[in-house]
Every structure is written in structure tokens, then in C-alpha cells.
């Protein structure tokens, strides 16, 4: 009987690797053109109020998204297990794993902390994760293409003539996958029941599947589309508008009269900082998606006539600080939902409903 050769090393440590290996050699490469004191320098006179308005931009995106999470919940037919704060808390703690993780699988920690935290069934979390990302993407696309048309399109090597069919061809798409996600859904749950490997958990990942695609069709038919709709294009303004105010911030110190935020302006940040995430979402982007995230950023904003040195340096300092700003308000959030005032806090209630029930 052979025995396998197995490498010692697992598919997640490859995965990991190749993830720190982007970051370094990015990183690597752009600290050839901007050195790390300049990088400092950016960031340490930084102009405060510009630091401030991003903070408040920031906070109220997130404030908006956290409200979304709630209306597509009660929309999901199921009571929120959970107070308006307690939830501005997990999407801060949603908001760091987004950022740490590539490809935005940190995202989806907010579905396992509302389960094992607040009790939130699974089928719920997940399909109001899922309804939400779709929303995203639906709200996205015609403002990339607004984004792109007050830019010029020509600047980007997309001439109008050509973006119009695709930014229509994109949207319809988008919104034919939100409408089909639930029958999208029962079909992977019938393909589980027959293919899934672990023939133990087949019944209960198929189950699962199919309580999120309930809840899909209570959102779709709950009357809260169009407010889940309007919050989702919210969260992207404001959040797109407190990076303007952040490239503000690192830019206007070293050319007050040049680099103004009128100058800066709105839309060819949404579109440099939009392409520089999508970067970010895909599997190697890097850990904390340093390396892709700053690589594309500086290419988008060369091509929207920033000098090659100022592009780099504020795609780089400026990920630096919502970095840190995330984290920062992520580990808060995670200290005080273990807290243990918080804890007996939350035990109270349930502690009552089951003596309601067994009463």
C-alpha cells in the first residue's frame, strides 16, 4: 500500500502566501517611486478639518448601511433579534473584516455574529447579506457610468458611444440576477441534496439555502425594495464622497491653491476609488488589500491627470488611514459586544422569553 506525498502545506496556507506575496511585490514597486517618509509625511499634516469631514462621511455612510441591514431583516419576515445600536456595531465589526479579508469574504462575518451573538437565524443573515451585495451592484453601475461620463469616457478608453450599451447591458443584469436569486437559491439547495460531499451536512446546507430563499421572497415582496434601493445609493454617495474629502485631506497640504476640493471633485474619485476596490475584491489582492488596491488606484488616477507621484501618494496614504480607521472602530465594536455588562444585558431578555414560554 503507497503512502500520498502530501505537502505540509494546506490550500488556505497557499491561498495566504500568494495574498502577502501580491501585497509585498505591489508595495515593493511603489516604494520605488514614493518613499515611505513621504508617505508619512502625507498622513502626518494631513489637513484636519478634510480628516474630519471624511470621519463624519464615513460614520454616516455606515450609519445608513446599518439601516439597510434592518430594513431588509424586517423585510425578511423575521423580527430583528437585535437594537439599532447593537447592529451599528456588528457592520462596524463587518466593516473591518470587509477591509482585512480579500475579496470581500470578511463581509460575510457579519452572518456569524448575528448568529452566534443575537440568535439570528442563519437563512435571514445570509439572504440579507446576499440582497444587499446585489443592491450594491445595481446602484453601482449607473453611477460608474455617470462617473465615467463627467470624467470623459475617452480619458478611461471608454468612448460614450460604447459606454451607454454596456452600462445599460450591465444594469439590466444586475437586476435580473436580483429578481432570480431565490430560484438561483432553491436550484443550488436541490444540487446539494445530490452532490454535496459531506452526505451528513447535505440536509442541513440544502435547508439552509432554502430558508434563505424565503426570506429573499419575503424582502422582494415585503415593500421594502425601493427603501433598500434608495439606502444602498446612499451608503455609495457618502461613501465615495468621504474619500473625496480624505484625497483632500493628504493632497490640499502639499499645493493649498492646486488641490482644492473642488478640483479633486467628486466623480473622478468614485471612479480611481471604484476601480481600486473592485481590485481589492478579487482573490490575490493582497491582505488588507494593500498592493492591488494602491497598483489600480494610481493607474485610474494617472489616466484622470494626476502626476504619477501624487497618484501613488494618495492612493497609498489614503488607504492607509480608512485602514486604520476602520480597525480602530472594528476592535471597539468587537470589545463592546463581548463586553460583560453587555453580555448580562443581552442574556436578560432571553433569560424572560424563556420563562414566558415555559410558563
Not at 480624505?246 to 471633485?265: E, M
Not at 476596490?277 to 492591488?292: D, K, M, Q, V
Not at 485602514?323 to 424572560?352: D, K, T
Request: aromatic letters at 10%.
Amino acid at each position: 500500500m503507497g503512502v500520498k506525498n502530501r505537502s505540509p502545506w494546506g490550500r488556505r496556507t497557499w491561498y495566504a502566501a500568494a495574498s502577502a506575496a501580491v501585497s509585498c511585490g505591489v508595495i515593493g514597486w511603489l516604494l520605488t517611486v514614493v518613499s515611505p517618509g513621504a508617505i508619512a509625511r502625507a498622513v502626518r499634516d494631513a489637513s484636519v478639518p478634510g480628516l474630519l469631514a471624511y470621519a463624519a462621511a464615513s460614520l454616516l455612510s455606515t450609519a445608513f448601511r446599518n439601516e439597510r441591514y434592518l430594513v431588509l431583516m424586517r423585510g425578511s419576515g423575521s423580527a430583528p433579534p437585535i437594537g439599532r445600536g447593537d447592529m451599528f456595531l456588528v457592520t462596524l465589526v463587518r466593516n473591518l473584516f470587509s477591509d482585512l479579508l480579500p475579496a470581500r469574504i470578511g463581509s460575510t462575518v457579519y452572518i456569524v455574529l448575528l448568529r452566534a451573538r443575537f440568535g439570528c437565524p442563519v437563512g435571514v443573515g445570509t439572504s440579507v447579506w446576499a440582497v444587499a451585495f446585489v443592491l450594491d451592484m445595481v446602484v453601482m453601475v449607473p453611477l460608474m457610468a455617470v462617473g465615467i461620463w463627467a470624467v470623459g469616457g475617452s480619458r478611461l478608453g471608454i468612448p460614450p458611444a460604447v459606454l451607454v450599451p454596456i452600462a445599460a447591458g450591465f444594469f439590466m443584469a444586475v437586476a435580473a440576477l436580483l429578481w432570480a436569486l431565490p430560484g438561483l437559491m432553491r436550484g443550488a439547495g436541490r444540487i446539494v441534496r445530490g452532490y454535496f460531499p459531506i452526505r451528513g451536512r447535505r440536509d442541513a446546507v440544502a435547508d439552509a439555502l432554502a430558508r434563505t430563499a424565503a426570506a429573499m421572497e419575503e424582502i422582494r415582496h415585503g415593500g421594502v425594495f425601493w427603501r433598500a434601493l434608495g439606502l444602498s445609493l446612499a451608503v455609495r454617495i457618502l461613501k465615495y464622497g468621504c474619500i473625496s474629502f480624505l484625497v483632500y485631506a493628504v493632497l490640499n497640504p502639499i499645493d493649498p491653491a492646486v488641490h482644492t476640493l473642488r478640483a479633486i471633485g467628486f466623480w473622478p474619485v468614485l471612479v480611481g476609488a471604484s476601480l481600486a476596490e473592485l481590485s481589492a475584491s478579487t482573490p490575490l489582492s493582497g491582505i488588507g488589500g494593500f498592493g492591488a488596491y494602491e497598483g489600480v488606484w494610481a493607474g485610474a488616477f494617472r489616466l484622470l491627470g494626476y502626476p504619477r507621484d501624487l497618484a501613488l501618494l494618495s492612493g497609498i496614504s489614503a488607504h492607509l488611514i480608512t485602514q486604520l480607521f476602520a480597525w480602530s472602530l472594528g476592535a471597539a465594536a468587537i470589545l463592546l459586544l463581548v463586553a460583560p455588562v453587555r453580555r448580562r444585558a443581552l442574556a436578560a431578555p432571553r433569560a424572560a422569553e424563556g420563562k414566558r414560554v415555559e410558563g
